[in-house]
């Protein structure tokens, strides 16, 4: 049935008097008038309410016991589908009361009260976060707990739902409520994928905070996951693909938070925890992938990492990297380096991971191009060789691995890889105190790299260049020689010791390594023309004592040897 516009704005004008006189019946028949339009053509439907002024009728026209209501909340939602009408139905008022309908007991009310919330809000941030702190969000859970069997208004709630959460604002009041239980009570009884799926879309932004992490936990999600996985592990159909990635992603999820991550490895007996390690040797590329994850999640702190190295996790890892080195997926290489990295942080690990011929699986993944791969794979050997002077020396020793290293360290597109390059080379001569390491990395041109090392912006990484570069004095100056005069080093620590903001276990080690290179002719000679004397005896009243002490010993040696 076609609406002609004379017939619109004949029942727009009715409307108006008869809602100036709360004759209902007249309203309701221009109701049904406006929603055919609206059905017919929104846009000019719309635009012909605008012009009209009929929108700042309707605040009053949405009282709780009206029979009108229900229509008169369809109209806003229908009216609202168009962006230039939702300023519009702001300024006429329309969110209190529609806020207030939310508390109504009718089903149809509720249903077009949120819909047209959603469509007025939909999109813009700070009507969202008007709607939060109107506090909405009690009210819809309190609504999704008593109305689970009316699907549209579940629908109508968990698309509102999926909204408020993406504000951070609205994690605080969502934890305050029983979301968690209701979701997994609500998730149980579904059947098809795609009322799953919205319940996913929930779920995932509102585990991204830590209380309620815990309350999905504790509510039962994780074994809502694990039964997910379990029957979509082995279909081929897209939508068992799409359920056991997302599942196996929100168990990932419930693991960065270190009480929802505790209770779940249960001291290392969990049954979820061991149903997680049964995804490692899986043939499944997602499932692989989520338990290297979880592993590396789970080895977030020492009681952990200790217990699972114990338990003979490492060798699964291994396993799982062997057959990834020829297949090369890049995600689960990541995510198994990243857990063999951290399981390698206390110091009793470190032995027996190497002996259970950890670095010599990391190494195959050398060739990687790919720098996230990269950067694990430094991280897990810097981890490893920490206080184990044996690992050090075989790894320091290894040119193709120094080749590498002094390579990656001129990585200046990946940040991350340069820095971990440098500190790799520095530990292999920390750790091992080894001439032939060190004769290792002056034939593979790394000495530059540590000279640079020690401008860093980061303290830790500034001290770890210099008592390596102590050490390459210290066991082969003359080999170091033409590398030291060649980077600079005497410029880079006259800077040092020069600037006033240098930290001072930084200048402590610069003085350290002026005295170590003073036994080199041309060393010697820069040292003196830069007149090294006048910015040591200065440290001679630092307020650090140890900075203090060691500039008079500096001072003595260069007046000695000048």
């Given at each position: 049935?076609?609406?002609?516009?004379?017939?619109?704005?004949?029942?727009?004008k009715?409307?108006?008097?008869?809602?100036?006189d709360?004759?209902?019946?007249?309203?309701?028949?221009?109701?049904?008038?406006?929603?055919?339009?609206?059905?017919?053509?929104?846009?000019?439907?719309?635009?012909?309410?605008?012009?009209?002024g009929v929108?700042?009728l309707?605040?009053?026209?949405?009282?709780?016991?009206?029979?009108?209501?229900?229509?008169?909340?369809?109209?806003?939602a229908?009216?609202?589908?168009?962006?230039?009408?939702?300023?519009?139905?702001?300024?006429?008022?329309?969110?209190?009361?529609?806020?207030?309908?939310?508390?109504s007991?009718?089903?149809?009310?509720?249903?077009?009260?949120?819909?047209?919330?959603g469509?007025?809000?939909?999109?813009?941030?700070?009507?969202?976060?008007?709607?939060?702190?109107?506090?909405?969000?009690?009210?819809?859970?309190?609504?999704?707990?008593?109305?689970?069997?009316?699907?549209?208004?579940?629908?109508?709630?968990?698309?509102?739902?999926?909204?408020?959460?993406?504000l951070?604002?609205?994690?605080?009041?969502?934890?305050?409520?029983?979301?968690?239980?209701?979701?997994?009570?609500?998730?149980?009884?579904?059947?098809?994928?795609?009322k799953?799926?919205?319940?996913?879309?929930?779920?995932?932004?509102l585990?991204e905070?830590?209380?309620?992490?815990?309350?999905?936990?504790?509510?039962?999600?994780?074994?809502c996951?694990l039964?997910?996985?379990?029957?979509?592990?082995?279909?081929?159909?897209?939508?068992?693909v799409?359920?056991l990635?997302?599942?196996?992603?929100l168990?990932?999820?419930?693991?960065?938070?270190?009480?929802?991550?505790?209770?779940?490895?249960?001291?290392?007996?969990?049954?979820?925890?061991?149903?997680?390690?049964s995804?490692?040797?899986s043939?499944?590329h997602?499932?692989?992938?989520?338990?290297?994850?979880?592993?590396?999640?789970?080895?977030?702190?020492?009681?952990?990492?200790?217990?699972?190295?114990?338990?003979?996790?490492?060798?699964?890892?291994?396993?799982?990297?062997?057959?990834?080195v020829?297949?090369?997926?890049?995600?689960v290489?990541h995510?198994?380096?990243?857990?063999?990295?951290?399981?390698?942080?206390p110091?009793?690990?470190?032995?027996?991971?190497?002996?259970?011929?950890?670095?010599?699986?990391?190494?195959?993944?050398?060739?990687?191009?790919?720098?996230?791969?990269?950067?694990?794979?430094?991280?897990?050997?810097?981890?490893?060789i920490?206080?184990?002077?044996?690992?050090?020396?075989?790894?320091?020793?290894?040119?193709?691995?120094?080749?590498?290293?002094?390579?990656?360290c001129?990585?200046?597109?990946?940040?991350?890889v340069?820095?971990?390059?440098?500190?790799?080379?520095?530990?292999?001569?920390?750790?091992?105190?080894?001439?032939?390491?060190?004769?290792?990395?002056?034939?593979?041109?790394?000495?530059?790299?540590?000279?640079?090392?020690?401008?860093?912006?980061?303290?830790?990484?500034?001290?770890?260049?210099?008592?390596?570069?102590?050490?390459?004095?210290?066991?082969?100056?003359?080999?170091?020689?033409k590398?030291?005069?060649?980077?600079?080093?005497?410029?880079?620590?006259?800077?040092?010791?020069?600037?006033?903001?240098t930290?001072?276990?930084?200048?402590?080690?610069?003085?350290?390594?002026?005295?170590?290179?003073?036994?080199?002719?041309?060393?010697?000679?820069?040292?003196?023309?830069?007149?090294f004397?006048d910015?040591?005896?200065?440290?001679?009243?630092?307020e650090?004592?140890?900075?203090?002490?060691?500039?008079?010993l500096?001072?003595?040696?260069?007046?000695a040897?000048?």
């Open positions: 049935m076609t609406i002609r516009a004379d017939n619109l704005s004949e029942a727009l009715k409307l108006k008097l008869a809602s100036a709360s004759a209902t019946d007249s309203v309701e028949s221009c109701l049904d008038c406006l929603l055919k339009a609206l059905a017919h053509n929104n846009a000019n439907a719309s635009e012909k309410v605008q012009e009209m929108l700042s309707l605040p009053t026209l949405l009282a709780p016991q009206s029979s009108c209501t229900p229509k008169v909340a369809n109209i806003i229908e009216v609202a589908k168009n962006e230039f009408m939702r300023s519009p139905c702001v300024e006429a008022g329309l969110i209190p009361p529609l806020v207030q309908l939310l508390h007991k009718d089903q149809e009310v509720l249903l077009q009260t949120g819909r047209a919330l469509n007025i809000c939909y999109d813009s941030h700070s009507l969202q976060a008007q709607l939060i702190n109107m506090g909405v969000i009690p009210t819809l859970v309190k609504l999704l707990g008593l109305h689970s069997d009316n699907t549209a208004l579940t629908e109508m709630c968990l698309i509102a739902f999926g909204n408020l959460a993406e951070e604002s609205s994690k605080e009041q969502f934890a305050s409520t029983n979301i968690a239980e209701e979701l997994v009570r609500l998730f149980q009884k579904q059947a098809e994928h795609e799953k799926e919205m319940i996913f879309e929930v779920l995932a932004p585990a905070n830590d209380v309620i992490k815990l309350q999905l936990v504790e509510a039962g999600l994780v074994e996951l039964d997910v996985v379990t029957h979509t592990v082995n279909g081929d159909r897209d939508e068992d799409a359920q990635k997302t599942a196996s992603d168990m990932v999820l419930l693991l960065l938070g270190d009480e929802s991550m505790q209770k779940l490895f249960d001291a290392g007996k969990g049954s979820v925890f061991e149903r997680v390690l995804w490692v040797p043939h499944n997602q499932l692989q992938l989520a338990g290297a994850l979880a592993i590396a999640n789970f080895a977030r702190n020492d009681g952990n990492c200790i217990q699972m190295v114990e338990s003979g996790i490492v060798q699964k890892l291994l396993e799982l990297l062997d057959r990834h020829e297949e090369g997926n890049v995600t290489q995510a198994a380096l990243s857990a063999l990295r951290n399981l390698a942080i110091v009793v690990n470190k032995a027996k991971m190497l002996s259970a011929g950890v670095s010599d699986t990391v190494l195959k993944f050398l060739p990687s191009e790919m720098p996230p791969v990269q950067f694990k794979l430094l991280g897990t050997l810097r981890m490893l920490d206080t184990q002077a044996d690992a050090a020396d075989q790894l320091g020793t290894n040119s193709k691995l120094v080749e590498r290293l002094v390579e990656w001129e990585a200046k597109d990946h940040a991350g340069m820095g971990e390059s440098n500190r790799l080379l520095s530990a292999l001569i920390r750790h091992s105190k080894s001439k032939d390491v060190v004769k290792t990395v002056i034939q593979g041109a790394g000495v530059k790299h540590l000279v640079v090392m020690a401008m860093s912006e980061h303290m830790i990484m500034q001290n770890e260049a210099l008592v390596a570069l102590g050490l390459i004095a210290g066991l082969d100056l003359v080999g170091a020689e590398d030291f005069v060649g980077a600079g080093l005497v410029q880079v620590l006259h800077k040092l010791l020069s600037d006033e903001r930290a001072p276990e930084i200048k402590y080690n610069s003085m350290i390594l002026i005295c170590a290179v003073m036994g080199s002719e041309p060393l010697h000679k820069e040292v003196q023309g830069l007149a004397i910015v040591v005896s200065k440290l001679r009243s630092h650090n004592k140890t900075v203090s002490h060691q500039a008079s500096t001072e003595q040696r260069l007046t040897q000048s």
